[in-house]
């Protein structure tokens, strides 16, 4: 069994996997949009185009996600983070240097007690993320 993270977004679905694909290093395995459905003719204008499915595989890990549906209030992404652990203070650096651009750091990288960096930000899309390296490497 693998626990996977799905993030739901508010029409920026597609702009945040290529950005989180470049700063992770991942591979976009999938992103359809609604108007890619069978049901294309019953999808209203304004959702066709918005992501249904994406998936973002890194390594052996796998993010995935889409665009909220507009019948359901988006209320964003509260009470959860996307922890990422890395192997080296080099990588948790980078990560967290490039997810954090045009975002807002929650707690600056650093050593802690448990860990050699670590650090908490939230993205430019709303995407809460803690970055932990346990290794001084």
């Not at 890395?86 to 990288?109: K, Y």
Request: with cysteine; aromatic share 10%.
């Amino acid at each position: 069994m693998k626990i996977n993270a799905y993030l739901t977004f508010d029409g920026q679905c597609e702009a945040a996997f290529k950005f989180y694909a470049q700063c992770l290093g991942g591979t976009l395995e999938a992103m359809f949009t609604f108007g890619d459905t069978p049901a294309a003719g019953d999808v209203p204008e304004g959702l066709r185009d918005k992501i249904m499915h994406a998936r973002l595989v890194v390594g052996d890990q796998v993010l995935m996600a889409s665009d909220n549906h507009p019948e359901r209030p988006y209320e964003g992404i509260k009470g959860c983070s996307v922890s990422l652990n890395v192997d080296s203070i080099a990588e948790a650096e980078r990560i967290f240097s490039a997810l954090g651009e045009q975002g807002r750091v929650e707690m600056p990288l650093q050593q802690t007690f448990w860990a050699a960096r670590f650090g908490m930000l939230v993205d430019r899309f709303g995407v809460p993320w803690m970055i932990n390296c346990e290794t001084d490497q």
